[in-house]
């Protein structure tokens, strides 16, 4: 089982409705929690992080951690054609004293007009 | 600030040729990274340098070698190509090593191909 696992998608939406995307991870001793945002051919860029239980809001997008479940989401509220885009979790995961930033295989947005 | 350069962009090998991935930060970070990412599979961490001078295999680090040159520079060797070695490469960035809330920054990735 992967340590970080999110459902490959893709997930379709339509213009300006609530996108929904979550992830999974193994380790309870997990401490940082990311989500990358890939365009195709492109590298990731960060959107959102968040350490702690809750939830964080930055614009259109929210990350809700929830450690207890071991769940990491990110909500987009209105959604444009833009977003459209592959969404990568990333949580860093305690290793021989450091941390390994691990990822799921991503989700795939598709924001239809 | 150039941030994470990568080279080169993309190249085509044959099997058995050896190449070297390229990689340098300018912002000072301590830890550094080499990804390949695979269609479905998302980025796979292949090795890492936690600091200046350490190196630690990932989860897939058969087929590779890695250097930690200076501070800014981390390099991924290709020995003895192979086609399982076609993907997309990412070189990554962290500041503190150690530190349970560093985020990456990435460079743009190289797009290798082994015929």
């Known amino acids: 089982q992967k340590e970080v696992e999110q459902n490959s998608g893709p997930l379709s939406v339509p213009e300006g409705a609530i996108a929904s995307l979550n992830c999974t991870y193994s380790?309870?001793?997990?401490?940082?929690f990311f989500w990358y945002r890939q365009y195709s051919g492109k590298s990731p860029e960060l959107i959102m992080f968040?350490?702690?239980?809750g939830d964080k809001e930055d614009g259109r997008f929210t990350a809700q951690l929830n450690k207890a479940s071991q769940y990491v989401s990110l909500l987009i509220r209105d959604s444009q054609p833009s977003d459209s885009a592959t969404y990568l979790c990333a949580v860093n995961i305690p290793s021989g004293g450091s941390y390994i930033p691990t990822f799921g295989r991503g989700t795939s947005l598709i924001v239809h007009p | 600030n150039a941030g994470v350069t990568q080279t080169p962009k993309f190249q085509v090998l044959k099997t058995g040729q050896s190449m070297t991935l390229q990689c340098a930060q300018d912002m000072n970070h301590n830890s550094m990274y080499w990804y390949r990412q695979d269609p479905g599979m998302g980025l796979r961490l292949i090795y890492y340098s936690a600091s200046e001078g350490t190196t630690d295999k990932g989860e897939v680090p058969n087929g590779y070698n890695v250097s930690r040159l200076n501070k800014r520079e981390f390099s991924l060797r290709l020995e003895s190509a192979a086609p399982s070695q076609t993907s997309v490469y990412f070189c990554?960035?962290?500041?503190?090593?150690?530190?349970?809330?560093?985020?990456?920054?990435f460079g743009s990735g190289t797009q290798l191909s082994v015929l």
């Open positions: 968040i350490y702690s239980n």
């Open positions: 380790d309870r001793g997990s401490q940082s």
């Open positions: 990554a960035s962290s500041r503190r090593r150690g530190q349970g809330n560093e985020k990456l920054f």
